[in-house]
């Protein structure tokens, strides 16, 4: 998805609202690590409009996934992926298109080999 005013998108935010309820998808008594998605697998493939320095002046873009990926997907027990950004695809070449495109049918490729982040906040902040 595209990485918007810091966040996803609406649409994908009203999904996540709808379909990750109570009883389903976390249980109060039952999160993060003992949640009830706990054998799913979440993989955040972010686009952005910025370069990966503009991001980096006000530091490092993991710091703005830590709602999404441990607010979210952690609390209700999934086990997170390192996410895959490709920066401001529409400012770079062609060449550099096809080679993030490239690198994306790789990690697919070998997706189920992947170990979770710990989703500590030593990950995040560091």
């Not at 039952?30 to 409009?49: H, N, W």
């Not at 060449?95 to 992947?114: F, H, I, Y």
């Amino acid at each position: 998805f595209p990485l918007f005013w810091f966040s996803m998108p609406a649409i994908l935010k009203g999904w996540m609202d709808r379909v990750l309820v109570q009883g389903f998808a976390y249980d109060l008594s039952k999160s993060y690590d003992g949640g009830l998605l706990q054998d799913k697998l979440s993989l955040f493939s972010i686009t952005t409009g910025g370069t990966k320095e503009k991001y980096a002046i006000r530091g490092d873009i993991r710091y703005l996934l830590w709602p999404m990926q441990h607010g979210i997907m952690h609390f209700c027990g999934v086990k997170v992926l390192e996410p895959h950004i490709c920066y401001a695809p529409q400012h770079v070449s062609e060449e550099k298109r096809k080679e993030m495109l490239s690198a994306w049918t790789q990690r697919l490729k070998t997706l189920w080999k992947e170990e979770p982040i710990d989703c500590s906040l030593e990950w995040y902040f560091k």
